[in-house]
């Protein structure tokens, strides 16, 4: 059974940085991709944003909201997905989920089979 457990959630004001985390468990190696989500407040589960992806071999993609202030990362050895969070904003304001699948296709457009329960990241101004 696969399971994605998220920490590192704050509260921060605009211009601070936070490290999220995802420890994972339950697949058999490490040939998966994993990734980042996130849903404003008052937002429905559909209108989830695609973050950050990482592929099994270190490729990673960033959504255009994001690019150039997160960065994505993994550690194998500690099962673990990190995002970097830098130079926050308010609208970064969000519940952050992790997920992780085989098919980094099916990350990246949210089509995820595996879910973590989120951490909740407040920005304020």
């Known amino acids: 059974l696969v399971r994605l457990v998220e920490s590192g959630g704050d509260s921060v004001q605009s211009g601070g940085s936070l490290r999220l985390s995802c420890t994972t468990s339950?697949?058999?190696?490490?040939?998966?991709?994993a990734g980042w989500f996130r849903q404003a407040p008052d937002k429905s589960r559909e209108s989830r944003e695609f973050?950050?992806?990482?592929?099994?071999?270190?490729?990673?993609s960033y959504g255009d909201n994001v690019e150039g202030r997160f960065i994505i990362s993994r550690d194998n050895t500690r099962n673990t997905i990190y995002l970097q969070m830098n130079d926050l904003k308010p609208e970064d304001t969000a519940f952050y989920y992790c997920?992780?699948?085989?098919?980094?296709?099916?990350?990246?457009?949210?089509?995820?089979?595996?879910w973590g329960q989120g951490t909740q990241v407040t920005v304020s101004s």
């Open positions: 973050v950050a992806a990482i592929a099994p071999g270190g490729s990673q």
């Open positions: 339950g697949f058999p190696d490490h040939d998966f991709a």
């Open positions: 997920a992780a699948d085989h098919w980094f296709a099916d990350l990246v457009r949210g089509n995820s089979r595996n």
